[in-house]
């Protein structure tokens, strides 16, 4: 199974309009605690962002407030978040196409994380596999929805409250498909 952008789009959007609420307070948590901790906590932060949307696609209830839930998986988050920083950073240093090319390792690894693995590194190593084996069309979705986050700037940064959560929704949906386990929700 293979990544399509246009069905990461579609998740993002429906996902988005059955709880807006939930999903705009959890992006401004996210966002509030990331930046308080100096960037060093958006790991965590995002696999219980992650965990809250696989509630969401099996089908469960959840709350913004689920966000937190990625402090039991601390360490992990903390070393996909760190390290895959980096290892994009990098990428991006060397020439935009290597950096675009590697964007859509932190989306990877940090479901990886979410689904239950307990070692960053492993995490990241199993991501690299999923990059590999989607690299240019996991490149491309990841850079649509990079393009609809950014729309959310053309309103005095208020779009960002509609444009932020879709595409994190549709690159938790990007990282499922590249997992193995399709664009659409369970249940």
């Not at 940090?110 to 590194?121: C, M, N, R, S």
């Not at 690299?128 to 979705?141: E, K, N, R, S, T």
């Amino acid at each position: 199974m293979g990544i399509d952008t246009g069905a990461c789009l579609s998740a993002g959007w429906e996902g988005f309009k059955k709880n807006p609420v939930n999903h705009i307070v959890a992006v401004l948590l996210v966002g509030a605690v990331s930046s308080v901790g100096m960037g060093l906590l958006t790991g965590p932060m995002m696999v219980g962002y992650m965990r809250m949307m696989m509630r969401e696609a099996e089908g469960q209830t959840t709350s913004a407030g689920d966000v937190f839930k990625g402090f039991e998986d601390f360490v992990p988050g903390l070393i996909v978040g760190l390290l895959g920083s980096i290892i994009v950073s990098a990428g991006y240093a060397f020439c935009f196409i290597p950096g675009l090319l590697l964007a859509p390792l932190m989306p990877y690894a940090l479901y990886i994380v979410a689904a239950g693995e307990k070692d960053g590194v492993a995490a990241l190593k199993r991501a690299f596999d999923m990059l590999q084996a989607h690299l240019v069309p996991g490149a491309i979705c990841w850079f649509v929805l990079s393009l609809v986050a950014v729309l959310g700037l053309v309103g005095c940064f208020v779009g960002l409250l509609v444009t932020a959560p879709i595409a994190a929704i549709g690159s938790f949906y990007m990282a499922r498909m590249a997992a193995g386990e399709g664009a659409l929700a369970r249940g």
